[in-house]
RNA sequence: AGCCGGUUAGCUCAGUCAGGCCAGAGCGCCAGUCUUACAAACUGGAUGUCGAAGGUUCAAAUCCUUCACCGGCUACCA
């Protein structure tokens, strides 16, 4: 290989020109797909991505998800693991409905006027021309997915998966159609399930309503904050213990404004505590009101329809009033009346839709519901029992899931919209029911043709709760994919998803596999702006990823979203600034070595018994396969900035600031020598072992290094790839396998009295103002007649800036010299006369004695407590011993050195 | 209302589960430097009564109790 010159690689690393690059070829040439591995006996690692919305774009949330999820999977990947991620999106039912009826409207049109069929079609233009946004940035972050198996709920075989799941329930009779309470957002017009609503607080007002009772001799006072709903109200109820009450139970009452007579009735559920004790019951338009009315038999009275408006039931003079007004109204006409007690503030929490905010109405409806509480048995026992899956982080996640299972209901499945999975039941004209999975297994079952399909469609997440099985390949059970990779090895999302996704799937995927859907639950932190906000759209404070990754490199943010893990941040462009700096440090470090590689070749240079080898050798090979070790362990107990940490610190402390300078001298010789070529090719085997560690997490620019390293062939990829027809590739290559016997602590102890020696005198430098350039005479105090070794002396030299480094015992050094005492005890001097100000340097150690003494004082307070040196265990006891004697011996040394200086 | 999490340097966060390395990192700050890869760098430096008050312990950022502030989740208090 020719000798690369400055010209060739620039100074600043160009994060753009290299993403551009590498991923087409990754994906061209097959490198995320687990055909890739070769062994047949490689352990499997899989990874269904939580489907995001095909009308999402990608957010901070997602970038973070999917950095943890690659960093995953290209460590397991390098591990030789038979590894799977697979991608895809859900239809997102509502919001692309919502979607595409706004584009209708645009053009005038309704999805009514295009009918059902036409609609749908539409939609699937839609979704092909705009729709999966967040498919295509994924490319640009780097995700090694799989694309051949890419899905999405609305494939024909996930949609064979949906009708295979909702038939064999409802066969079992775990699915129903009936009436029951559901959430209705008159907005989007369909039943929506509790988990698509959210609950927000709001200032409103509670009203205080008096319904007289038949005779007209007492009145009952009831509180609400709907007191619109009073028109559908069938009873009164009170706590049976409460004795204020105790002789209305039974009587009756007459309802003001509609006159109707309702009885009092006594219920558990009221607290006497609130209000006045009495509660109106609406069962048609609350779902406590709902359940109560079950348990009295109480009739149902609809005075509010599908649009929130009144119906004629609730009355002609508020019928097809808004629920707003007709509010209004209801309370004005009590005030006529006389009988509104009182109106005070009151602080309540109000449902909303969760897509378009608009106030929730809760309705009596027939859908179809799933009886949950019977899916969620076997998970609720796994988790008990055996923990499965486990959570990371454990506290508080299982916890929350375990709660979640213990108290499951009816999930609302039918939404009254066109985009999505048909409900596979038809009625024949008689409305008998038949669900199958075709028409034509639901004709031969009702023994006719004159069949109609039920216009709604499922719930998207009915289709999501699938994604682990689905996308995998059942309902076909001997599916290779199934066989495979099923169950996943973990599942990456944020907390919020825990109920839709998590305890979903692991539902489905126990009840048709009998396994658990995903061993392990990472559950990602929540980014916030830099004033503690939530991002959001609406609020438009978000972070936008893509331009994160414009700014900085999308190496570089994957760092930080990293560390980030599961901890709850807030967002800081800084911390993203200074992992750039860190990239284009790898890229400067490397560009030492390409500049200095001639005759060098990766993989050679540490050849022999690692006894023989210099200490800086032994130490940095130490270091390395510490760090190996460090960072596998910390991906593999998720433990991601731990990692991050590690290779950070090795690469910049270590491998840079100390091992390159510590064989620059060597590797930068003019002339050719199979010395120099031997640390040349240390330096290089040292850097592209650091390439492969930090690979998972920054793909980018260790892939445009390695190509680069003179040597780099199949034979550096991991076995499990040496048969692919591939380029070589980092992304491939064996991730690191740290090797213990090469873990030397003798020899990284040696490394840091080395470097605490340099950075001693450096620091004396510093502190007595010698000029950078000025070198100076290094005295260093012999102990127990070991002298430096000759190379030793000559990095000291180097990195010290000493023109000459003498041993000498202390009686032999000149009077005037700043010393330091280093940890062992052993002191270091430089001799200062004709270089500085003794008036500075006795104040610098006059500073220095005081330090010392001050931890003297708290070591020797601390074993003087007799209870300590008792009850502590006697290492400890021992440590501060030795601690306080070194102290006490460099104090004396600084004493001394004082004293030289003289006064 | 219940449950849970957070509070550590100017900023963003580690460290707390298994108590003991004079409490760490990055950024920022101060001083100096183009020292043959890198000024997005190099060299050195300063910076915290670990939210408050009690308690347990030889020893507490770490364990226990109470409180304060911030945040989240759950809930059929109308």
Do not use: G, K, N
């Given at each position: 290989m020719l000798p690369l010159s400055l010209m060739e690689i620039p100074k600043t690393y160009d994060p753009k020109q290299a993403e551009e690059r590498h991923y087409a070829r990754w994906e061209r040439e097959g490198c995320f797909a687990p055909e890739i591995n070769e062994d047949p006996n490689a352990p499997v690692y899989s990874i269904v991505i939580p489907p995001p919305n095909v009308t999402g774009s990608l957010h901070m949330g997602h970038a973070l998800q999917h950095t943890i999820m690659d960093v995953l999977t290209r460590y397991h990947r390098m591990k030789g693991h038979r590894t799977l991620w697979l991608p895809g999106m859900d239809h997102a039912g509502i919001s692309t409905q919502i979607m595409v009826e706004r584009q209708l409207k645009k053009e005038g049109a309704s999805r009514h006027d295009l009918g059902r069929e036409k609609f749908v079609e539409r939609v699937w233009r839609w979704k092909e021309q705009y729709g999966g946004q967040i498919l295509k940035q994924m490319r640009r972050e780097g995700a090694s997915v799989d694309w051949s198996r890419e899905r999405f709920t609305m494939d024909e075989h996930l949609s064979r998966a949906v009708r295979e799941f909702f038939v064999r329930c409802y066969d079992e009779g775990l699915i129903y159609r009936g009436p029951g309470m559901i959430s209705w957002c008159p907005k989007d017009q369909t039943a929506l399930s509790d988990l698509e609503v959210d609950k927000e607080s709001q200032a409103g007002k509670l009203y205080y309503l008096q319904y007289p009772s038949k005779g007209g001799e007492r009145r009952v006072t009831v509180a609400t904050t709907r007191p619109e709903t009073m028109l559908g109200d069938t009873a009164v109820a009170v706590n049976p213990?409460?004795?204020?009450?105790a002789d209305l139970v039974g009587q009756t009452l007459l309802l003001p404004i509609v006159n109707r007579e309702i009885p009092v009735v006594a219920d558990d559920f009221v607290d006497p505590e609130f209000g006045t004790g009495a509660v109106k019951v609406t069962p048609a338009h609350d779902p406590a009101d709902y359940a109560m009315g079950q348990r009295h038999n109480l009739p149902m009275v609809k005075v509010i329809d599908q649009n929130a408006r009144m119906t004629a039931e609730a009355g002609a003079e508020f019928d097809g009033l808004d629920r707003y007004e007709a509010r209004e109204r209801v309370v004005q006409k009590f005030e006529e009346l006389g009988l509104l007690e009182k109106v005070v503030d009151y602080e309540f929490a109000i449902t909303k839709c969760g897509r378009c905010r608009t106030v929730i109405e809760p309705l009596v409806s027939t859908q179809w519901f799933l009886k949950q509480a019977e899916l969620g048995r076997a998970p609720l026992e796994l988790i008990r029992e055996k923990?499965?899956?486990?959570?990371?982080?454990?506290a508080p996640y299982e916890k929350v899931y375990t709660d979640w299972l213990e108290k499951l209901y009816d999930w609302t499945l039918s939404r009254q919209l066109w985009w999505g999975h048909r409900i596979p039941a038809w009625y024949d004209e008689a409305g008998r029911v038949f669900v199958a999975r075709t028409e034509e297994e639901a004709r031969a079952k009702a023994g006719t043709d004159n069949l109609r399909q039920d216009p709604d469609v499922l719930d998207t997440w009915f289709s999501s709760a699938l994604w682990p099985i689905s996308t995998l390949g059942w309902p076909d059970e001997d599916s290779p994919d199934l066989k495979t990779f099923?169950?996943?090895s973990v599942l990456v999302t944020a907390r919020d998803i825990i109920f839709l996704w998590v305890s979903r799937m692991m539902m489905t995927g126990m009840k048709f596999t009998g396994e658990k859907a995903f061993d392990d639950v990472f559950i990602t932190g929540t980014i916030f702006d830099r004033a503690g906000q939530r991002m959001s759209k609406t609020k438009g404070n978000g972070v936008d990823p893509l331009d994160v990754f414009d700014k900085y490199g999308v190496d570089a943010t994957r760092l930080v979203l990293a560390s980030i893990g599961s901890t709850d941040t807030r967002w800081n462009d800084n911390q993203v600034e200074s992992y750039r700096n860190f990239a284009n440090k790898i890229w400067n470090a490397a560009r030492f070595c390409l500049l200095n590689s001639e005759g060098a070749q990766v993989g050679r240079g540490f050849e022999g018994d690692s006894k023989t080898w210099a200490l800086h050798d032994r130490w940095i090979v130490s270091r390395l396969n510490r760090t190996a070790r460090d960072v596998g362990r910390a991906v593999e107990e998720y433990q991601f900035h731990e990692a991050v940490y590690a290779l950070y610190h090795f690469f910049w402390?270590?491998?840079?600031?100390?091992y390159i300078e510590l064989s620059k001298s060597e590797v930068t010789a003019p002339d050719s020598s199979p010395a120099r070529d031997a640390a040349r090719s240390r330096v290089l085997t040292v850097l592209e072992q650091a390439l492969r560690l930090l690979h998972p997490f920054m793909p980018f620019i260790t892939e445009e290094l390695w190509q680069r390293l003179p040597g780099v062939g199949t034979d550096l990829l991991h076995s499990a790839y040496r048969q692919a027809d591939v380029t070589p590739t980092v992304m491939l290559a064996a991730f690191p396998r740290a090797?213990?016997?090469?873990?030397d602590e003798r020899a990284e102890a040696e490394m840091r009295s080395l470097i605490e020696l340099i950075s001693r005198v450096r620091n004396i430098r510093t502190e007595v103002m010698i000029r950078p350039n000025q070198r100076v005479d290094l005295l260093v105090e012999t102990t127990d007649g070991q002298l430096l070794a000759f190379e030793t002396k000559k990095q000291i030299q180097r990195l010290a800036g000493a023109e000459n480094v003498w041993e000498k015992?202390?009686?032999?050094?000149?009077?005037?010299s700043a010393v330091a005492v280093l940890s062992g005890g052993r002191a270091v001097a430089v001799p200062l006369e004709g270089l500085i100000d003794f008036a500075q340097e006795r104040a610098r150690i006059t500073r220095e004695i005081e330090k010392s003494e001050k931890e003297l004082q708290k070591l020797e307070a601390q074993l003087a407590n007799p209870q300590f040196v008792e009850r502590a265990p006697a290492e400890k006891v021992e440590e501060l011993r030795q601690r306080a004697a070194d102290i006490r011996q460099r104090t004396v040394a600084l004493k001394q050195m004082l004293e030289a200086l003289g006064e």
């Open positions: 213990s409460d004795e204020r009450y923990h499965e899956p486990r959570f990371v982080p454990e099923y169950p996943t402390d270590d491998f840079c600031d100390w090797d213990e016997s090469l873990i015992s202390r009686e032999q050094w000149p009077r005037a």
